[in-house]
Nanobody, 131 residues
Framework: EVHLVESGGGQVQAGGSLRLSCAAS????????IGWFRQAPGKEREGVSC????????YYVDSVKGRFTISRDNAKSLVYLQMNSLKPEDTAVYYC????????????????????????WGQGTQVTVSS
């Protein structure tokens, strides 16, 4: 059975940092791209970053580029999202997700996860950034 479990969320002041972790099990980890998504109250879920399963290529949406860093440890089946210079608008529930394939579905700087590209979701971890 596939499991994705996020941890590391919390409350920080603007300008602070957090590192989220996603622990995966139940599938061949390095065969799949893993993405980080977030959903703020009243807003749609958005993909913010992805790391491929083939060559560890990384992708970011413009709003987090230069502040967030995604990485993976294939030996431990872990994916991390290091978040620096956090802003109040980063407040959201953050989810990790497994793509069906090894490549990240980024098109024109947008994380296009439509059409059933996501095979599994974690339960989410809350990140709150106060001003």
């Amino acid at each position: 059975e596939v499991h994705l479990v996020e941890s590391g969320g919390g409350q920080v002041q603007a300008g602070g940092s957090l590192r989220l972790s996603c622990a995966a099990s139940g599938f061949t980890f390095d065969d799949h791209a893993i993405g980080w998504f977030r959903q703020a109250p009243g807003k749609e879920r958005e993909g913010v970053s992805c790391i491929s399963g083939s060559d560890d290529s990384t992708y970011y949406v413009d709003s987090v580029k230069g502040r967030f860093t995604i990485s993976r440890d294939n030996a431990k089946s872990l994916v991390y999202l290091q978040m620096n210079s956090l802003k109040p608008e980063d407040t959201a529930v953050y989810y990790c997700a497994r793509d069906w394939g090894a490549s990240c579905p980024f098109t024109g700087g947008t994380y296009d996860y439509s059409g059933g590209k996501i095979a599994s979701w974690g339960q989410g971890t809350q990140v709150t950034v106060s001003s």
